[in-house]
């Protein structure tokens, strides 16, 4: 750990009444609305991160002890939250914005942003390279596999992979051990 990225979060700590001061910050590319963004106790980000709190609403909360690789990206129109003791690797883009497919005639930058919550779960893996759709909903304990583009609600305790991002196996509390989900049918 550089000791520059200590005195960075403390300076930070001074300037930003969200960011707690213990924890570190690598050297970002860009954060935008700091007021909304909250670094809890013992969390850390790596080099390269672009946090984006956007409007008056937008909020990025990142709680207790989370660690996150380099080149994070990060962007939020409403409440984003990063629960508890989660791990993210590198290259990882999480979001509750989508620019309005509607407007087609006007140029993507001009489009108007459409909100859709976005949160992770307590104690969860992002691997490298995910992309976090808005709309999202990742559970607790749950392990989201490295390029994986999820979009939708995932419970607690799912292993989560694919382009467009798959339930593939579910931990079985009684076994002890990853298990593929049952398939629902008609009859069940």
């Given amino acids: ?31 935008k609305g700091t007021r909304r963004i909250t670094l809890a106790k013992g969390s850390r980000i790596y080099p390269g991160s672009r946090l984006e709190a956007h409007g008056k609403s937008g909020e990025i909360v990142i709680c207790e002890n989370v660690s996150i690789a380099q080149n994070f990206h990060c ?17 990882v883009c999480i979001t509750d914005i989508d620019h309005s497919s509607s407007q087609v005639c006007q140029k993507p930058v001009d489009r108007t942003y459409e909100h859709s919550k976005t949160r992770i779960g307590t104690n969860c893996f992002i691997g490298m390279g995910a992309i976090i759709q808005a709309g999202s909903e990742i559970g607790s304990n749950s392990i989201v596999g490295a390029n994986s583009v999820v979009r939708g609600n995932f419970p607690s305790y799912s292993m989560i992979a694919g382009v467009p991002a798959k339930l593939v196996r579910v931990f079985d509390m009684k076994k002890g051990e990853w298990v593929r989900p049952l398939i629902k049918t008609k009859e069940n």
């Fill in 75 to 91: 962007t939020a129109v409403g409440r984003l939250e990063i629960g508890r003791d989660t791990l993210i690797t590198a290259n």
């Fill in 1 to 31: 750990m550089k000791v520059s990225w200590l005195i960075r979060r403390a300076l930070l700590y001074v300037i930003f009444p969200r960011i707690h001061w213990y924890g570190y910050v690598g050297a970002p590319v860009v954060w």
